[in-house]
C-alpha cells in the first residue's frame, strides 16, 4: 500500500457563507495543530458539561414548553433544519435494476438472507411517511434518488419515475420539509458497474448525465444536495473488503479502490459546476452543495504509546481527510494523485459529516497489508446492537477538527444508531445534540441535523436486524410506528423552536 502523503495546510475559503464566518473563529489550519487544539478543548470543556444519563433523564421529564426546555436546546438558532435521514435503496423498493437488487438476491450475501427489493414500500406510501415526518415536526429531510431507477437500461429514462419523484418532492416542499438530495448513496445500476463503474474514469459521463437530468428536471422543488454518499466507506467495503458490490478485495482491489475515490472526487468537481451552473441557467434558487463524509474518531489505543499515535494519524487523514482534502482545494491528494488540480478552489458549500462512532487503533508489526493499522476491540463501554462505541464527544471532535480545516457551515447528514430495543436512542440523541449546542455556542455555523434513519430499513450487507428507525417498521404489514425516541426528538424540535435563538 501507498504512504500518506504529508497535507499542507488548506490555503483558501470561496464560499460566501464560511467567509462571513471567517470572524467568528480564527484560523488555524495546520492539521496537527487544528486536531490538538480539537481535542484539547473538547477534553477540558467536556469537564464542564457533562452528559450524564441523569441529565438525559431530566430532559425527559421535561413538559414540553418554551420555559422547561433544557438549556441546550436554547441556543439552536429558530432557522436550524432539525432532519431525518434515508437513502433510496434502504427505504424505497421495487427498483429491479440496481446492483444491490441484483447483489441482494444472491445467497450468503445479506446476513438475514433477505433482498432489498421491497424494504419499507416508501416509493409508493412516501405521503404517509411524510405526514408522519411533519406530524413529528421534521422541517428538513435527506433523500436519495436511485440512478438504476431512473435509467433502468443504458439510455432509456423512465419519466414517469421521473414524475414520481417530482411528486415526492412536491410532497414535502408543500409539508414546509426542505429536502436534502442525494445523488449517489452507495448503489448503482448493474448495467454501469458491469461496465466497471466507479473505478473506470471513462465511465464518469453516464453518471454526469444522469446527475444534469436530475438537476435539470427537479432543481425546481430541491436546491440543497449531497452529491455522493460516503466515498470512502464505498471504496473500503465494495473494492477492498469485497462485502458489498462488486465484491471485489485484495491488492487489485486496493488500486481500484484508489482509483474509486479518485474518480468520484473528479464527479464531485463536475457535479459542483454542473449543479451551480443549471440553476443559474433555469433560474432556479441559489443552489448548496456538499456531499456526506462519514468520520470517524481515531484514538491510539495506547495514547502514551508513539506507534499507536502514529497509525492513529494515518487513518484518519487516509479514511478522515485525504478525500475532503482534494476537494477542498480541487487538487488530488494522497493516493488519490500527485496534487493534480481538477477544479478551481473548493467544490462543495457545506461540509456533511455522517458520524457514528469511534476505533482505537494500535500498532501491529503483523498488519502489514494494512498500513500495521489495527483496531482494538470495543471494550467495555456503551454500544449500538452492531457493537459500535457510543461517544458523543466525537460529534463535537469532528465538528470541531472540519470546521478548523475548512471553514465552511457544517450539517450533520447522518447520525444514529442499531437499537432494535429502543433502549439507548433517546439517551443517544440528546447526548449528541448536546455536543451541536457546544459547537453553536462556540460560533461554528453548524446549520442542520439530519437523524438517521427515519425508517428501519436496509442496512447493506447487514440486512433487516440492525434497526436504525425513530420510526419501527413492521415489514411483513408495512406498519409505522413511531418508538418512544422518536417521540422525545419530537418534543425536542418542538422546544428548540419556542425557546431557540
Ligand atoms: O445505513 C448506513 C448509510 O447508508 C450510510 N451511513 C451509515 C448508515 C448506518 O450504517
Redesign the pocket.
Known sequence: MASTGKKKAPKRVTSKKSAAKKSATPRKSAKKAASKKATKKSAGAGKARVVSKKSAGSNRKSSGSASAAPSYLRVFPRTFLWGTAT?AT?VDGGDLHSDWAHFSQKSGNIADGKDCLTTCDHWNRYEEDFKLMKSMGFNAYRLGVDWSRMEPRPGENDHAALNHFRGMLESLNKKGIRPLLTLN??AVPQWWLERGGWAQEKNLQAFMDFASYIVENTGDLVSEYTTI??PN?YSMFSYMEGLWPPGISGLSGYFKAMKVLRNMALAQGKLYDMIHETHARKGFASPSVGMAK?VRIFDPARPDNRMDRDRAAEAEYRFNLMWTDSIHDGRLQGSLGKNEKFHDGPCWDFIGL?Y?TRDKIRFSPTAFARLFIEQDPVGDVPTNDLGWEIYPEGLYRVIHEFHERYRLPVRIT?N?LANAADSKREHFLVSHIQQIARCLEEGIPVEGYYH??FLD?F??AEGYT?R?GLVDVDFQSQQRTIRNSGSAYKKMIAQARKSGR
Request: aromatic share 26%; charged share 15%.
Open positions: 437513502s434502504q448513496h452507495f454518499n460516503e466507506v462519514h455522517n457514528y447522518e444514529g438517521w434513519s430499513n442496512e447493506w440492525a436504525f
